[in-house]
Nanobody, 127 residues
Framework: QAQLVESGGGLVQPGGSLRLSCAASLRTFSRYAMGWFRRAPGKEREFVAAISGNGGNTYYLDSVKGRFTISRDDAKSTLSLQMNSLTPEDTAVYYC????????????????????WGQGTQVTVSS
């Protein structure tokens, strides 16, 4: 099973930015579709963003479109999530997830689509 380690979380003021990273110990990182999920206090974990194995396709939760950008660096086996214009509603524990795929352009939005998860990193947006 893949090991995923998130970093980059923290406390930020509304309107601020954070960049999350996920370091993956995966053979052939490019064969994995990747995603970011989050769990806000008292809520179910929800999909945030996903990227295909070849990086050619991305998909976002409506409420983060235009503010968040998912990207991957296959040479470093790293997934990133650039988060701008943060609001208190973005406060959550953020998780990265990975799954193998034979379809380089496919993206996945369901929790059950992913087989490997990181431990999460806390993002708190507050003044």
């Amino acid at each position: 099973q893949a090991q995923l380690v998130e970093s980059g979380g923290g406390l930020v003021q509304p309107g601020g930015s954070l960049r999350l990273s996920c370091a993956a110990s995966l053979r052939t990182f490019s064969r994995y579709a990747m995603g970011w999920f989050r769990r806000a206090p008292g809520k179910e974990r929800e999909f945030v963003a996903a990227i295909s194995g070849n990086g050619g396709n991305t998909y976002y939760l409506d409420s983060v479109k235009g503010r968040f950008t998912i990207s991957r660096d296959d040479a470093k086996s790293t997934l990133s999530l650039q988060m701008n214009s943060l609001t208190p509603e973005d406060t959550a524990v953020y998780y990265c997830a990975a799954r193998t795929t034979f379809y380089p352009y496919s993206i996945y939005r369901g929790e059950t689509d992913y087989g490997s998860w990181g431990q999460g990193t806390q993002v708190t947006v507050s003044s």
